[in-house]
């Protein structure tokens, strides 16, 4: 198996999809990676380590595949209980950081 196809097939099976292979002006490889749809597009630095590069991969993959998820995910609709005990909290006790108001 070709180098390019186990990047590719690290890369789809942690949903996203791999564009290319681009090459910088100082020779340094990056994959190109990208969210089906185009959401999320990330380049990752190859190293010259096939192992760690696609582990890399996969990585950075997973990332921008969870991102994209928490992104596009449907609002909140309740809150639970710890969170809205926070909001209580945070309202009763006056911060520190907040300006007061003076005329």
């Known amino acids: 198996m070709a180098n390019v196809e186990q ?8 949903g996203a999809v791999a564009i290319r292979i681009m ?24 190293r010259g380590d ?3 590069d696609i582990q890399a991969a996969a990585t950075s993959a997973r990332e921008i595949v969870d ?3 928490r992104l596009t995910a449907a609002p909140a609709r309740n ?7 926070a909001i209580q909290t945070e309202n009763l006790m006056p911060s520190a ?3 007061k108001n003076r005329p």
């Open 7 to 14: 990047f590719e097939k690290v890369v789809t099976e942690a």
């Open 23 to 46: 090459r910088g002006p100082r020779g340094a490889e990056r994959l190109v990676i990208q969210t089906p749809g185009g959401l999320i597009t990330r380049e990752v630095p190859l």
């Open 50 to 52: 096939l192992d760690k």
């Open 67 to 69: 991102g994209a998820k």
């Open 79 to 85: 809150l639970s209980a710890p969170a809205i005990t």
């Open 97 to 99: 950081s907040r300006p």
